[in-house]
């Protein structure tokens, strides 16, 4: 994986797809709790060669949009904004992409809370009271037979 500062990330790209690198497989974010890594993925289609190119965003989480390189990267691009807060630079379309609205904290950040998760009481919680741990039922998964607990000389363990 080819690490770049963030200034560079359209030119690196630029310079993989002059390689010949032609297809754009993939951009990924990554919270890293101090950071946000971006790592894109591109392909050179005459041998299959792949190449990652990563960079690290500082706290103000702006990069170059690259759409002018791989077209198809507005759609990468937009993910990052929305789950991640990104900001892209140059971007060509910033509708959301996966949800409705832009509000709300990104949800793929470590620090948004997400408040399903705190209101929901989760199966098997330490803190649950003996009183609900004893009324819950056990659950088979979708496609499993009824008969799943029950044991017939060892086939199901």
Same mark, same amino acid.
């Given at each position: 994986m080819k690490q770049v500062p963030v200034e560079a990330w359209a030119?690196? &790209?630029?310079?993989?797809?002059?390689?010949?690198? %032609?297809? &754009?497989?993939?951009?990924?974010?990554?919270?890293?709790?101090?950071?946000?890594?971006?790592?894109?993925?591109?392909?050179r289609t005459s041998d299959a060669a792949c190449e990652l190119v990563a960079t690290r965003l500082d706290s103000d989480h702006v990069i170059a949009s690259i759409t002018d390189v791989y077209a198809g990267?507005?759609?990468?691009?937009?993910?990052?904004?929305?789950?991640?807060?990104v900001r892209i630079?140059?971007?060509? %379309?910033?509708?959301?992409?996966?949800?409705?609205?832009?509000?709300?904290?990104?949800?793929?950040?470590?620090?948004?809370?997400?408040g399903a998760r705190v209101l929901t009481p989760w199966p098997g919680d330490a803190d649950a009271s003996d009183d609900a741990k004893a009324n819950r039922?056990?659950?088979?998964?979708?496609?499993?037979?009824? %008969?799943?607990?029950?044991?017939?000389?060892g086939s199901h363990e």
């Open positions: 030119a690196e &790209l630029a310079a993989c797809r002059d390689a010949g690198y %032609d297809v &754009l497989d993939m951009i990924a974010g990554v919270d890293r709790s101090e950071w946000i890594e971006v790592i894109a993925s591109v392909m990267a507005s759609w990468y691009e937009r993910e990052l904004a929305e789950m991640f807060g630079a140059g971007a060509h %379309d910033e509708r959301p992409l996966l949800r409705r609205t832009d509000e709300g904290a990104p949800i793929l950040l470590k620090s948004t809370v997400l039922r056990r659950q088979r998964a979708v496609g499993v037979a009824e %008969d799943w607990l029950v044991s017939d000389g």
